[in-house]
């Protein structure tokens, strides 16, 4: 990986190094006078079309059903984000080849979105029972999964509907009125899951899987137990995980298990059949099938299934 780096970066100089300076003010636009807009996963994608609708051309790198951890850029990737006037991003250690290319690219034109950076950062934590497969005294890692907080989303699309503003003072008002009306049905996504926490049973979730979900538990004061973290590259949990989520279960009797998309789903399947809890998704929005791609399936649908699933886990 670290030899295709290199390659990507030689690259993105070449293409950085030609040209003088300009002003950002001074945008890239398209023959049909839209500007381009580029992110590296879904939340960001679905934000800027529900913003920007078709008055963009908007690119996403990381392929539907892909696994973002893992992710590496093409050639032709660096070039979609070095004609871009606007560029957003993750932020924090899974994006460490994001700087990397920034930093050798000529970025005068484009304005840049660590979506980290629109938010207050928190620490990921490692709680009972979780594996942590981090080297010890390696650098603070900060989660990088703001977005699964609809509060944090709102942030988001703030940050994001300023940025395209400036980069396109011309269809200014049509994303402020689009961003106003998205933040409130984005309020009442948020609403409904304080509807959910204010009559429930229990505050305490368990994940037979990865946890990309600080932001979310921070947000509604929920417990939670899992078998890594959210940036965790391992899937295959030690029997000792297994066996601390499986008598939690028993131990608390909470009826469900539940698990993150694209997952292989083995080990809630181990521990729905060990402990009868039911085996359900809570969707993180870090990225989506082909299939639900193609047919327009957005982040506040998956949402809306998230209340659902959380209203069943917490009864």
Known sequence: MKKNIL???????????SGCKQNKNSVTRNADGKI???????????????????????????????????????????????????????????????????????????????????????????????????????????DEHVWTSVRNAILIVNAITALLCEADPANADFYRRNATAYGEELAQIDAAFNEVIAGAQRNTIVFADRFPFRYFADAYGLTYFAAFPGCSTETEPSAATVAFLINKIKAEKIPVVFHIELSNERMADTISGETGAKKLLLHSCHNITRRDFDSGLGYTEIMRRNVENLREALR
């Open 7 to 17: 390659i990507l970066i030689t690259l993105a100089a070449i293409f950085g190094m």
């Open 36 to 142: 381009n807009v580029t992110v590296t996963i879904f939340p960001p994608f679905d934000f800027v079309r529900r913003i920007a609708g078709d008055m963009v051309n908007l690119t996403m790198l990381l392929p539907p059903g892909a696994e973002s951890h893992s992710f590496e850029p093409s050639p032709k990737d660096i070039i979609t984000v070095q004609n871009s006037a606007l560029f957003i991003h993750a932020g924090g250690n899974s994006d460490k080849w994001v700087e990397r290319i920034l930093e050798s690219m000529n970025t005068d034109k484009i304005r840049i979105l660590a979506m980290i950076d629109a938010v207050e950062a928190v620490e990921e934590e490692i709680v009972e029972g979780m594996e942590d497969d981090e080297d010890e005294g390696e650098d603070t890692e900060y």
